[in-house]
């Protein structure tokens, strides 16, 4: 079992920055790769980027790719996602999920098997 909680989030001008992070406890957070999501009000929960246990390999949604840049330190059980220049439309509650395959970059939620319980990112213009 993994628990996660996301924090960070806030309110912040368009064109600005937020760091969220991912505090994990429970089993080995390093067996684990990891993926943040969002999800706006009406919408489906979208898939943001994900990394794999090492952090040797990551992956991004065409929508945040050069902007946003997810990380995690297996030795602080805590994963990040570094968020820059911000939009509107970036505006959602945003999410981290573990994967159990270690080695997966995969953008299906239903792959994920763990949650936090999300943090708001508003972005005003």
């Known amino acids: 079992q993994v628990q996660l909680v996301e924090s960070g989030g806030g309110l912040v001008q368009a064109g600005g920055s937020l760091r969220l992070s991912c505090a994990t406890s429970?089993?080995?957070?390093?067996?684990?790769?990891m993926g943040w999501f969002r999800q706006a009000p009406g919408k489906e929960r979208d898939f943001i980027a994900a990394?794999?246990?090492?952090?040797?390999?990551?992956d991004y949604a065409d929508s945040v790719k050069g902007r946003f840049t997810i990380s995690r330190d297996n030795a602080q059980n805590t994963g990040y996602l570094l968020m820059n220049s911000l939009k509107p439309e970036d505006t959602a509650v945003y999410y981290c999920?573990?994967?159990?395959?270690?080695?997966?970059?995969?953008?299906?939620?239903?792959?994920?098997?763990?949650w936090g319980q999300g943090t708001q990112v508003t972005v005003s213009s």
């Open positions: 999920a573990a994967n159990r395959n270690k080695y997966a970059l995969t953008s299906e939620p239903k792959y994920y098997g763990y």
């Open positions: 429970g089993r080995t957070f390093s067996s684990y790769s």
């Open positions: 990394i794999t246990s090492s952090g040797s390999s990551t």
